[in-house]
């Protein structure tokens, strides 16, 4: 039995359970606003077919001072297999209904040829499902793949990835042929939102943001529980966000965004022109930064500022209580930290201000595991 095939309110029981369990029936019903006779209702066929049990010894709830069971989601009753997607690297993890990983691989990408892409994800899946003794199809729930750029999770197309130089490519669906596992795909910044909403810095906040700093600038938005996708799978794109001050081209073929000043590459670029070392990389212009260089600690300058209204614009919009920063990008955070507060502090509006900034370096794998979490979150919330 699939857990799509129940009533919405055994999503909700199961969702809160995911969450925040083990608890009580009363207190699944105090978070959900269900009856006891509701919970009672939709947690009977989720404990018959495995999916929640009952845990423990028996607690007392001290409304009543009854012994009251605990339940909580079964970890072991499905496997999901998640995997980010750079431009030169796959990083999959394994992981149970929970999202916790069980086993994780990394391979390199010859190519970004769409074909080369889809065998080398099928060769990491099966290295996986062996790794975790899964071996077949059959062992493994679902797919979940995180790629960057314009996503539509519900048709499984990757509209357009300027790092992969893909269009209009139906990736769900080849990744399925390939490995004979259900697929599903999510941008990556999304994913990681998922991630940090279920086990992260967002896990019982009614809402929050992820916005990552690295080869590209993106966020991920959730409000009242929910992730937003937008209504065409395009939503959180602050790196494509207006902020002037330079005629500098973004890699979405606009003058003035965001990620233009701020991304990796972008920083890179600045910084040759500014040291007049066409040979610079990121690596030495963090040294020259530290070391006092004027003209490089000025390009990190300008790419905090740019932060700081990004961030400033995510607060002023949704209000939420807390934005994650995070991404390869954060390594060098020291360096533009206090102009991205400063700016982010002169433009946020009003209470906005008192969102908290919370820096947070994430290894790839986290990202792949926003994969398998998004492919596990389909399970009791699927796509309509």
């Known amino acids: 039995m699939s857990l799509a095939d129940q009533p919405p309110a055994a999503a909700l029981v199961f969702q809160t359970l995911l969450q925040h369990g083990p608890l009580s029936r009363a207190e699944v019903g105090r978070r959900t606003g269900l009856s006891p006779g509701a919970v009672t209702k939709v947690a009977t066929p989720l404990i018959d077919d495995g999916w929640i049990a009952e845990v423990g010894r028996p607690t007392v709830e001290r409304a009543n001072g009854r012994p009251a069971t605990l339940i909580a989601v079964r970890a072991e009753r499905a496997r999901f297999i998640g995997v980010k997607v750079t431009g030169d690297e796959l990083i999959g993890v394994l992981a149970d209904l929970t999202a916790q990983p069980l086993a994780s691989r990394r391979a390199a990408l010859g190519s970004r040829d769409v074909g080369t892409v889809v065998a080398a994800i099928a060769r990491l899946v099966d290295q996986l499902r ?80 992820v916005v990552t700093v690295g080869a590209g600038i993106g966020a991920g938005l959730s409000i009242g529980g929910r992730v937003v996708s937008g209504a065409h799978g395009v939503a959180g794109e602050i790196g494509h966000l207006p902020v002037g001050g330079t005629d500098r081209t973004c890699t979405c073929g606009n003058t003035g965004c965001v990620e233009a000043v701020a991304s990796t590459h972008a920083i890179t670029e600045q910084a040759r022109q500014a040291t007049g070392d066409p040979e610079l990389t990121m690596e030495k212009a963090v040294r020259l930064a530290h070391a006092g260089d004027p003209a490089v600690r000025a390009v990190f300058a300008r790419a905090g500022h740019a932060m700081g209204l990004a961030l400033a614009s995510v607060a002023n919009l949704i209000g939420p209580e807390r934005i994650i920063i995070s991404g390869e990008g954060v390594a060098s955070y020291d360096l533009f930290a206090d102009q991205i507060r400063q700016t982010f502090a002169d433009h946020a509006f009003g ?32 796509l309509k």
């Open 130 to 209: 062996a790794a975790a003794g899964a071996a077949g199809p059959d062992g493994i729930h679902s797919i979940g793949v995180a790629i960057s750029g314009d996503v539509d999770g519900q048709t499984g197309t990757v509209q357009y990835s300027p790092f992969l130089d893909w269009r209009r490519v139906p990736l769900a669906q080849l990744v399925e042929s390939a490995t004979g596992t259900p697929t599903v795909i999510e941008n990556d910044v999304r994913a990681l939102t998922v991630a940090e909403q279920w086990f992260g810095a967002g896990a019982g906040l009614s809402s929050f943001a």
């Open 351 to 382: 209470a906005a201000a008192d969102c908290d900034l919370v820096v947070r370096p994430l290894p790839f794998e986290e990202w792949a595991r926003g994969g398998a979490a998004v492919a596990a979150q389909r399970v009791f919330a699927p």
